[in-house]
């Protein structure tokens, strides 16, 4: 198993910048990547970005790209996505997933694990 624990959300004006952090804990040997979701009220679950875990391949959903940058930090088990420019569109619980599999990196199916997600909240 593995063990997921999201960090750095939290309020922030338009314009601005937030770096959320997602700890892996447990089998982390067995990840093959790991990714950003983000659900806002009254939406669907949304793709945000993914990066595989050996080589740092980035993958970014359009309305992101430019924006926000996922990285990981091996050593550390972490992964972080700089959020910049924010939005009040990006207004969401952030969550982090972990994949032991190739496949859609951009679908929740193949995800096996999920943290308990952090608020990301952008004022106009």
């Known amino acids: 198993q593995v063990q997921l624990v999201e960090s750095g959300g939290g309020l922030v004006q338009a314009g601005g910048s937030l770096r959320l952090s997602c700890a892996a804990s447990?089998?982390?040997?067995?990840?093959?990547?790991m990714g950003w979701f983000r659900q806002a009220p009254g939406k669907e679950c949304e793709f945000v970005a993914a990066?595989?875990?050996?080589?740092?391949?980035?993958f970014y959903a359009d309305s992101v790209k430019g924006r926000f940058t996922i990285s990981r930090d091996i050593a550390k088990n972490t992964v972080y996505l700089q959020t910049n420019s924010l939005k009040p569109e990006d207004t969401a619980v952030y969550y982090c997933?972990?994949?032991?599999?190739?496949?859609?990196?951009?679908?929740?199916?193949?995800?096996?694990?999920w943290g308990q997600g952090t608020q990301v909240t952008v004022s106009s």
């Open positions: 997933a972990g994949r032991a599999y190739s496949g859609s990196f951009t679908t929740e199916r193949g995800y096996d694990y």
């Open positions: 447990g089998r982390t040997f067995s990840m093959y990547a």
């Open positions: 990066i595989t875990w050996s080589f740092g391949r980035a």
